[in-house]
């Protein structure tokens, strides 16, 4: 079973860095694809960025690309998103998601969820 805590996230001025980690505290961590959604106020969930089970693919969504990296550690059953130049409309809650498909980068995809972590970019 995954269960999934996110840190690292925090108040940060605009042309800044923040690195994101989540992790699983379950067993089977290097069984899933994981992902990274952000949800700011107002708006509905979007996704992030993804990673298969042996970091061979990543995936982005086009408003990070350049901008964002995925990565994971599984023998520390942590993934990470290292987030640099972060803008004002990157402020939301980013959340870490697990799900056993081969790939995923629609809300539905992911079955396990963590409780998010909030990431202010000031201007």
């Known amino acids: 079973q995954v269960q999934l805590v996110e840190s690292g996230g925090g108040l940060v001025q605009a042309g800044g860095s923040l690195r994101l980690s989540c992790a699983d505290s379950?067993?089977?961590?290097?069984?899933?694809?994981m992902g990274w959604f952000r949800q700011a106020p107002g708006k509905e969930r979007e996704f992030v960025a993804s990673?298969?089970?042996?970091?061979?693919?990543?995936w982005y969504a086009d408003s990070v690309k350049g901008r964002c990296t995925i990565s994971r550690d599984n023998a520390k059953n942590t993934v990470y998103l290292q987030m640099n130049s972060l803008k004002p409309e990157d402020t939301a809650v980013y959340y870490c998601?697990?799900?056993?498909?081969?790939?995923?980068?629609?809300?539905?995809?992911?079955?396990?969820w963590g409780q998010g972590t909030q990431v202010t970019v000031s201007s």
């Open positions: 998601a697990a799900t056993v498909q081969r790939s995923g980068s629609r809300e539905t995809d992911f079955s396990s």
């Open positions: 379950g067993r089977t961590f290097e069984s899933y694809t």
């Open positions: 990673i298969s089970w042996n970091e061979v693919n990543t």
